[in-house]
């Protein structure tokens, strides 16, 4: 708004428009629009381009790394499917979503200390199932 404000004020006939205040606030409106607009548009949100150099990817990891991981996640995400239902709700508040602790156990109908045991007892299951994938 602001800047509307600024534009407005640095046009040249700005001072004809002291005189006419529906006219000044209806050309407000469209600077304000206008401005919005464009911050919206996908040009003003680009990130800068950047060339590619010995296999580098756009973040500064090599491609060996970021496949590396990708497997890790798909690995992760198949250990996760065989905790139970409420392992993975437990596992899932607390570690993906940062619930703390009394939020999970309201959430879930649980006593905090019954969601500490199960989240204990995930990261042991998940653990180990990522060992004996490796």
Do not use: W, Y
Request: proline share 4%; charged share 30%; hydrophobic share 45%.
């Amino acid at each position: 708004m602001q800047d509307g404000f600024r534009t407005l004020l640095g046009r040249a006939d700005a001072a004809a428009l002291r005189d006419r205040p529906d006219e000044a606030a209806l050309l407000l409106t469209a600077i304000v629009r206008n401005a919005a607009r464009n911050l919206r548009r996908r040009h003003h949100r680009a990130a800068p381009h950047r060339e590619l150099d010995d296999g580098d990817l756009v973040d500064g990891r090599r491609a060996d790394d970021v496949l590396a991981q990708a497997a890790e996640v798909t690995q992760l995400s198949g250990c996760m499917a065989g905790l139970p239902e409420v392992h993975r709700h437990v596992v899932a508040m607390r570690v993906l979503e940062e619930v703390s602790g009394p939020e999970t156990a309201r959430a879930l109908g649980l006593t905090p200390g019954h969601v500490a045991v199960l989240l204990h007892r995930a990261r042991k299951q998940l653990e180990q199932c990522m060992s004996e994938a490796s």
